[in-house]
Nanobody
Framework: QVQLVESGGGLVQPGGSLRLSCTAS????????MGWYRQAPGKQRELVAI???????NYADSVKGRFTISTDNTKNMVYLQMNSLKPEDTAVYYC?????????????WGQGTQVTVSS
């Protein structure tokens, strides 16, 4: 069973920065992808940033140039550096891992960490 544990959320003023961390119980080399998603109240969960095995990354248009996803493979951790935060970034942020087992994609989720951007 894969476990993902997020940390680093909190309250920050507009323009501020936060770094989210996700600790994985697996060797993240074994994952097809590691990513961050978010869900604001009344909205669907959406992709924020993803890193695919091989190192390619993809970002939601709304966070390009402000957020950076990275990994530390030695610690099995995934990070999301968030700069120039805006009130519309307020959401619960979830860590996600996708692993293929016998050709089937399995999605794993953390419990989420709240990020609130407000003055």
């Amino acid at each position: 069973q894969v476990q993902l544990v997020e940390s680093g959320g909190g309250l920050v003023q507009p323009g501020g920065s936060l770094r989210l961390s996700c600790t994985a119980s697996i060797n993240i080399f074994s994952a097809y992808s590691m990513g961050w998603y978010r869900q604001a109240p009344g909205k669907q969960r959406e992709l924020v940033a993803i890193i695919i095995s091989g190192g390619s990354t993809n970002y939601a248009d709304s966070v390009k140039g402000r957020f950076t996803i990275s990994t530390d493979n030695t610690k099995n951790m995934v990070y999301l550096q968030m700069n120039s935060l805006k009130p519309e970034d307020t959401a619960v942020y979830y860590c996600n891992a996708v692993r293929y087992l016998i050709g089937i994609a399995n999605n794993y989720w953390g419990q989420g960490t709240q990020v609130t951007v407000s003055s």
